[in-house]
């Protein structure tokens, strides 16, 4: 049984950074495609950045350039390490692989 578990989420000025953990058990993290979602609140749930199990990413247009989507296969964990962060990356954001998905971490970006 896959399980997933967001860490490293909380508050943060504009501009500062943070660094989100998705630790994986019951499944090999470099043998999938993961991905970072978020979701607002009143919002949909936004795809932000994925890595295949070859390591290619994709970003959304909203985080390009700011935020990195990595993964370490000893550890069998991701990583979202966001820089630049604005308010309008406040929400709760999930770690998923295929169909199965973490509780979430908040990150709040407030002045």
């Known amino acids: 049984q896959v399980h997933l578990v967001e860490s490293g989420g909380g508050e943060v000025q504009p501009g500062g950074s943070l660094r989100l953990s998705c630790a994986a058990s019951?499944?090999?993290?470099?043998?999938?495609?993961m991905a970072w979602f978020r979701q607002a609140p009143g919002k949909e749930r936004e795809l932000v950045a994925t890595?295949?199990?070859?390591?290619?990413?994709n970003y959304a247009d909203s985080v390009k350039g700011r935020f990195t989507i990595s993964r370490d296969s000893a550890k069998n964990m991701a990583y979202l390490q966001m820089n630049s962060l604005k308010p309008e990356d406040t929400a709760v954001y999930l770690c998923?692989?295929?169909?199965?998905w973490g509780k979430g971490t908040l990150v709040t970006v407030s002045s």
């Open positions: 998923n692989v295929r169909l199965d």
């Open positions: 019951g499944m090999i993290v470099s043998m999938y495609s």
């Open positions: 890595i295949t199990s070859g390591g290619s990413t």
